[in-house]
T-cell receptor, first 112, second 113 residues
Framework: EAGVAQSPRYKIIEKRQSVAFWCNPI?????LYWYQQILGQGPKLLIQ????????DSQLPKDRFSAERLKGVDSTLKIQPAKLEDSAVYLC??????????FGPGTRLTVL | KQEVTQIPAALSVPEGENLVLNCSFT??????LQWFRQDPGKGLTSLLL?????REQTSGRLNASLDKSSGRSTLYIAASQPGDSATYLC????????????FGKGTTLSVSS
């Protein structure tokens, strides 16, 4: 069974630029999560999708972050414009509703 | 608001030692608790998942326990090896099945040969 795929693995941009991350969850997993992990911290939820609907985006900085999940499968997370404090690893995870979450390798973003 | 704390933040042990990592959470109304391993620059690998009705789970040299009433979980690693060196993260899923995980900051383990 293929795992959660993410791309790119690394991205370096300058502040005020825009960036997009892509995630392909495990086949059949209806729930998809985006987490932000700042260095030295645990991951923090940004947004949770159930199929292609948003379940929780209470911690998403909506003035600069946006996410979508088309057709209930792949998802993209966008930051526009980026700030220095957005430097972090962005992790995508997927799950069947009642069992464990499986994480992708993450995208490491550096904002200069 | 649920908060998860992991102690210690870092731990260094010689190879072969048995060790315990601690996790505490403030709200006992959890659905399940999951332990993850994270290697530098990598994503999270799930180690063990304990449902709220369970007391412990075992996988190889790893044993995780859960005391929901006291808001505590421990991860026991037997006969540690240098390959166990990584950051270990504890996460709880609040009361409902579909909600996202709340993570601690992790314990960084270093096992020397």
């Amino acid at each position: 069974e293929a795992g959660v795929a993410q791309s790119p693995r690394y991205k370096i941009i300058e502040k005020r630029q825009s960036v997009a991350f892509w995630c392909n969850p495990i086949s059949g997993h209806a729930t998809l999560y985006w987490y932000q992990q700042i260095l030295g911290q645990g991951p923090k939820l940004l947004i949770q999708f159930q199929n292609n609907g948003v379940v929780d985006d209470s911690q998403l900085p909506k003035d600069r972050f946006s996410a979508e999940r088309l057709k209930g499968v792949d998802s993209t997370l966008k930051i526009q414009p980026a700030k220095l404090e957005d430097s972090a690893v962005y992790l995508c995870a997927s799950s069947l509703v009642v069992v464990e979450q499986f994480f992708g390798p993450g995208t490491r973003l550096t904002v200069l | 608001k649920q908060e998860v704390t992991q102690i210690p933040a870092a731990l260094s042990v010689p190879e072969g030692e048995n060790l315990v990592l601690n996790c505490s959470f403030t709200d006992s109304a959890i659905y399940n608790l999951q332990w993850f391993r994270q290697d530098p620059g990598k994503g999270l690998t799930s180690l063990l998942l304990i449902q709220s009705s369970q007391r412990e789970q075992t996988s190889g040299r790893l044993n995780a326990s859960l005391d929901k009433s006291s808001g505590r979980s421990t991860l026991y690693i037997a006969a540690s090896q240098p390959g166990d060196s990584a950051t270990y993260l504890c996460a709880v899923r609040p009361g409902q099945a579909g909600t996202a995980l709340i993570f601690g900051k992790g314990t960084t383990l270093s096992v020397s040969s």
